[in-house]
């Protein structure tokens, strides 16, 4: 006599035993630390931190250690942490004008104001590997020159001072800028929450959906007017002393494009901007992300879509968030056989008449 | 408050949230049928495995309720299992196997056999909340199409299965009208089911978390399945008795039971199964 299976409890807790384990590895090895991925591990870091929406490099280390290094994972695990915070208000708006740079680089000027300045970049490295770091770790400190101590204007400033730029619209209230994390989605967006939406979409969707304008999908003609990276202060108004303090300093990446604009029937020719915010050191989500914003707001500049996927904002704005997309898509392994057993029969039953009809 | 579990508020969620999530509960009901956006959270647990309705029960729980969790008609299923234990966990409710003695009972892909009662409520699990969805991918025509009752393609879909295969050829998320107004899904669950969800007595709530909707059909509601008038919509099921209970009326689940393919029959509601045998 067959009897039901039993024991979805003992699997679950044995498999969650068999994770752990598996999560620690070979005992003879030293155990990772979280101040070791803290530190040594900061691109991960500013991954899970940009799309968890949590500035917390300490959480971000724990999760990516928690979750074996799927960073996606982690991201969850700093997704599902955040929405238990309490949201106490809505900070003033940042001003990356006093960011103190330790990246910031043009490609639409040979020269800028402050110079170009790489900082601590992997593009001019040859993509060798270094087999050296197998031995040995050892590396000597390195002490950046006085210039990454100052604060640049941005290089979109001086297209502006002539009029042949657009002219960026700050909101200040919270009307204006809806929180996503609070409200449910609605579409059409405003470029607010448009933004909100992609500075914490996956970097490798994002990436495809740039990658896409380049090729023709939704071009846009972008140039890279500039990109920085480095330290900026977040200020909160506390009600109660009627002035602003500073809560944070937080490293972000910040990429502005100018884009080719030949006008339309609402707005003269001039040039138009994308732009592109996000958490860490992330330069590749930052200009992917600045042409992807870019694409989106073909319908506020007066222009004709071409219908590609990048410039559709339901395609983009529903699709690009890696922990809806990975739970949803992973979903399909939980047990469907309920549906399955209602099409079996389905299907049996559709047979048979087809069946009866031939040879009828 | 009296937790279980000294880091959470009772139920996991904070009570601004669970707030929120009752205002759209209360929307849904005096909306049959309708689709009522919410701020869905991001919960423990993945989307698409029941963060809707993993919302929606934590919104209606009280200290003194007995809360039942299924999945595929099972207390068992793994998934089943990790709901149950989560709730246990951050609610410290009681829980129960027993469709008769649960007062909230959250479910994945089956109704119960057991007729609910006015003390009940049935909390669905559901995936793509939208039935024209396959229809037509994009939310801001079909809210449309749901405001202007504009169904026709849904009767042409239906329609062509017939010209096509000779029958409908939908076996679950079989779409239901809702107190003749709104076209619903009722959650993934097999046709079979739909009948038990007009005029219910329990209150019935479904939770999208992923895609943020919260539905509802209050207790009494005529909910009727789309058919036309010379092919009727039929309650399927595998035309087989149940080898456990020896029931005849019961949604079966086919278990392979060896190597050669032999299949035997079991009622998929394993509370009720299990009520029958003794
Ligand atoms: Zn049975």
Not at chain 1, 47 to 60: C, R
Not at chain 1, 181 to 192: C, D, G, K, S, W
Not at chain 1, 283 to 296: C, G, N, P, T
């Amino acid at each position: 006599m067959y009897v039901a299976v039993k024991g979805g409890e003992r699997a679950i807790d044995n498999a969650h035993r068999w994770l752990e384990d598996e999560r620690r590895g070979d005992r003879k090895v030293t155990d990772l630390s979280v101040d070791q991925i803290k530190t040594q591990l900061s691109l991960s870091i500013a991954k899970v931190m940009a799309e968890g929406s949590l500035f917390d490099p300490e959480l971000a280390s724990l999760a990516i250690k928690q979750a074996r290094g799927d960073l996606i994972e982690a991201i969850f695990l700093i997704r599902a942490y955040r929405t238990t915070l309490p949201r106490f208000g809505f900070g003033q708006p940042i001003n990356t004008d006093k960011m103190i740079a330790k990246r910031r680089i043009s490609a639409t000027f040979k020269d800028i104001p402050g110079g170009q300045l790489l900082g601590p970049t992997f593009d001019y490295t040859h993509r060798l590997l270094d087999f050296k770091l197998l031995a040995d770790g050892s590396i000597d400190e390195f002490e950046p020159g006085k210039d990454t101590e100052q604060m640049f204007q941005h290089v979109t400033q001086f297209l502006n001072n002539e009029g042949i730029i657009e002219t960026e619209e700050t909101s200040s209230s919270e009307a204006e800028s809806p929180d996503l994390t609070r409200q449910p989605l609605e579409i059409p967006a405003n470029r607010a929450l448009r933004l909100q939406a992609l500075t914490r979409s996956d970097e490798g969707f994002l990436l495809g959906m740039a990658y896409s304008t380049q090729r023709g999908f939704g071009r846009n003609h972008p140039f890279v007017g500039e990109l920085r990276i480095g330290l900026i202060s977040v200020e909160f108004e506390i009600p109660e002393i009627g002035f602003n303090i500073e809560i944070a300093e937080i490293e972000i990446s910040e990429c502005e494009t100018v884009n080719q604009f030949l006008g339309s029937k609402t707005h003269p020719p001039k040039f138009t901007r994308g732009y592109g915010f996000v958490f860490g050191q992330s330069e590749r989500k930052a200009i992917s992300m600045a042409l992807v914003d870019r694409a989106l707001r073909w319908k506020e500049l007066g222009e004709v879509s071409d219908g590609a996927p990048a410039q559709d904002e339901e395609f983009v704005l529903y699709h690009g968030d890696n922990i809806q997309a990975t739970g949803f898509v992973e979903h399909i392994k939980l047990p469907h056989y309920v549906d399955f057993q209602a099409e079996l029969e389905l299907i049996r039953k559709i047979r048979k008449t087809a069946f009866e009809a031939k040879k009828g | 408050m009296s937790n279980s579990e000294e880091d959470f508020n009772f139920a996991y969620l904070d009570e601004q949230t669970k707030r929120m999530i009752r205002r759209a509960l209360i929307k849904a009901i005096c909306i049959p049928g309708y689709q009522v956006p919410f701020a869905s959270r991001e919960m423990p647990m993945p989307y698409g495995w029941g963060t809707g309705g993993v919302q929606v029960t934590a919104a209606c729980l009280q200290e003194t309720d007995v809360l039942k969790v299924i999945d595929q008609g099972s207390d068992d299923t793994t998934n089943a299992v990790s709901i149950r234990k989560f709730f246990e966990r951050v609610a410290g409710v009681k829980t129960t196997e027993n469709t008769g003695k649960a007062s909230v009972i959250q479910t994945r892909h089956r109704i119960p056999e057991q007729v609910l009662s006015e003390d009940q409520i049935l909390v669905y699990q559901v995936p793509i909340p939208e039935p024209l969805r396959f229809l037509e991918p994009r939310e801001t025509e079909t809210r449309v199409m749901h405001a202007l009752e504009e169904y026709g393609l849904m009767h042409v879909k239906l329609y062509e299965d017939i010209s096509i295969n000779g029958e409908i050829s939908t076996a679950y998320a079989y779409p239901v009208k809702v107190n003749d107004r709104y076209i619903m899904d009722p959650s993934p669950t097999p046709k079979f089911d739909n009948p038990k969800m007009n005029f219910c007595p329990a209150i019935q709530l479904f939770g999208a978390g992923r895609e943020q909707r919260i539905y509802a059909v209050p207790p009494y509601t005529k909910v009727i399945s789309l058919d036309f008038e010379d092919y009727p919509f039929e309650a399927s099921r595998a035309e087989k008795t149940c080898e456990i209970c020896g029931a005849t009326n019961t949604y079966l689940d086919e278990v392979v039971i060896d190597d050669k393919g032999t299949r035997m029959f079991s009622c998929s509601d394993s509370d009720y199964c299990n009520s029958q045998k003794s």
